[in-house]
């Protein structure tokens, strides 16, 4: 048990240099302002007690997701989420003034894009440290309640494992406040291809 907790703190450390490395830098390319980030936790659950992820306030609460499923080397989830009352902020710096007002489909597709890029920044570190090949979805793009969504991605991964490792980051742009979160879940069979 000693060594698997020891992989799991060398994964949140490999996460936080391919964070560090690769998104924060398109993150600040996309939002035209500095971007800070906090890695809050790496941890295996299992798929039952998923709800365990979040506090009982934050579980109703509606969010504006885009979920990316990654396959090939590794089995990857990276849910992309915030609240929805933050989404028009992050439309503004995305769209042209005249589209900001209606919230169509050019809005969902820029926002989904974010999050394709921001897990290919992940995915590009992965191959590029370990020489795992992954692909990524098309993005999904949802507005729900964090439980829903949460619901949904542990979908994706029942019939592996009835466990997961998820890892929790918060990013905050500097200027505008705008808050981001990701969960990034895995196999935990899988952990080790990129701790070694």
């Known amino acids: ?11 949140e450390q490999v ?13 600040n390319v996309i939002l035209e302002e500095p971007i800070s980030y906090f890695l809050k ?9 998923f709800d365990s992820l979040i506090p009982d306030s934050e579980k109703m609460n509606v969010m504006s997701a885009v979920y990316v499923k990654c396959s090939g080397d590794l089995h990857i989830g990276v849910l992309w989420y915030m609240l929805e009352k933050e989404l ?11 589209h900001v007002n209606e919230f169509d489909k050019l809005a969902i597709s820029s926002i989904s894009e974010i ?13 590029n440290d370990k020489g795992c090949k992954v692909w990524s979805s098309v993005p999904g793009f949802a507005i729900e309640s964090l439980n829903t969504l949460l619901e949904v991605v542990m979908s994706d991964f029942g019939y592996h494992s009835d466990a997961v490792v998820v890892s929790a980051v918060e990013f905050r742009s500097l200027h505008s ?3 981001l979160q990701m969960l990034l879940i895995q196999d935990p069979n899988e952990v080790e291809k990129l701790v070694v």
């Open 1 to 11: 048990m000693l060594k698997y907790a020891d992989n799991l703190q060398q994964l």
């Open 15 to 27: 996460l936080d240099s391919y964070i560090a490395a690769k998104t924060i830098p398109s993150l």
């Open 41 to 49: 936790k790496t941890q295996e659950i299992t798929i039952t007690n």
């Open 88 to 98: 028009k902020p992050l439309a503004k710096k995305l769209l042209p003034e005249s």
């Open 115 to 127: 999050g394709n890029i921001l897990t290919a920044s992940i995915v590009n570190a992965i191959d």
């Open 177 to 179: 406040g705008i808050e």
